[in-house]
């Protein structure tokens, strides 16, 4: 019923740039808060960056002042534009959005396919 696509992953070098953007498509009433999320190989799967439909944002310490997170409530799209990359932050990134697709409904979590960032040092 929703569905988030991710765009804009790829190879970079170190201190490159990046931007991701995740579009949720759907029966969709309204979204809360949406995310990104990464997962390196053999590591769990971390926040990166967070921002609810009002308030402000939170990042994981590790991309603070590299990594900025926005939003299109329009066009129910988030944006990561992410500055300075660091081989560290080679991983697969999801986005995650809280969605509820009626008035009446519960909010229910939903995640993107994923996109590859490599960065090469």
């Known amino acids: 019923q929703v569905h988030l696509v991710e765009v804009g992953g790829g190879l970079v070098q170190a201190g490159g740039s990046l931007r991701l953007s995740c579009a949720a498509s759907?029966?969709?009433?309204?979204?809360?808060?949406m995310g990104w999320y990464r997962q390196a190989p053999g590591k769990q799967r971390e926040l990166v960056a967070h921002?609810?439909?009002?308030?402000?944002?939170n990042y994981a310490d590790s991309v603070k002042g590299r990594f900025t997170i926005s939003r299109d409530n329009a066009k129910n799209t988030v944006y990561l534009q992410m500055n300075s990359l660091k081989p560290e932050d080679t991983a697969v990134y999801y986005c995650?959005?809280?969605?509820?697709?009626?008035?009446?409904?519960?909010?229910?979590?939903?995640w993107g396919q994923g996109t590859q960032v490599t960065v090469s040092s």
């Open positions: 921002i609810p439909s009002g308030g402000s944002t």
């Open positions: 759907g029966s969709i009433f309204s979204i809360t808060a």
């Open positions: 995650n959005a809280d969605v509820r697709i009626g008035y009446y409904s519960r909010e229910s979590n939903y």
